[in-house]
């Protein structure tokens, strides 16, 4: 089972990234997914989530009205549109795909069974 993020990179301050999440090895349409993200010396923080059929979403407040969280079931892939991109948006973003349909709290990487590699998100200003 393999979950490899992509579309990470460099941006300006304002500017937008959509980060993909390509699962392989298992379908992942019954669970939930997340994105996370990390900056050194920190704990992993929860972003987004989405639940198995895409019409559940939760955001982190640092987040909300800035990113949107989707997923395409047919191709295993869930996606994370970021735009008006901050400083403090840098971090290494994770995917990870939670075990169950939906758990509670969804924002515990606890909950999450399987993990993507990271990709880094680089927010310059």
């Known amino acids: 089972v393999q979950l490899v993020e992509s579309g990470g990179g460099l941006v300006q301050a304002g500017g937008s990234l959509r980060l993909s999440c390509a699962a392989s090895?298992?379908?992942?349409?019954?669970?939930?997914m997340g994105w996370f993200r990390q900056t050194p010396g920190k704990e992993r923080e929860f972003v987004a989530v989405?639940?198995?059929?895409?019409?559940?979403?939760a955001y982190a407040d640092s987040v909300k009205g800035r990113a949107t969280i989707s997923r395409d079931n047919a191709k295993n892939t869930v996606y994370l549109q970021m735009n008006s991109l901050k400083p403090e948006d840098t971090a290494v973003y994770y995917c990870?795909?939670?075990?169950?349909?939906?758990?509670?709290?969804?924002?515990?990487?606890?909950?999450?069974?399987?993990w993507g590699q990271g990709t880094q998100v680089t927010v310059s200003s």
């Open positions: 990870a795909a939670d075990g169950a349909s939906w758990s509670a709290p969804y924002s515990s990487p606890r909950n999450y069974e399987y």
């Open positions: 989405i639940n198995w059929s895409g019409d559940v979403t």
């Open positions: 090895g298992r379908t992942f349409s019954r669970n939930a």
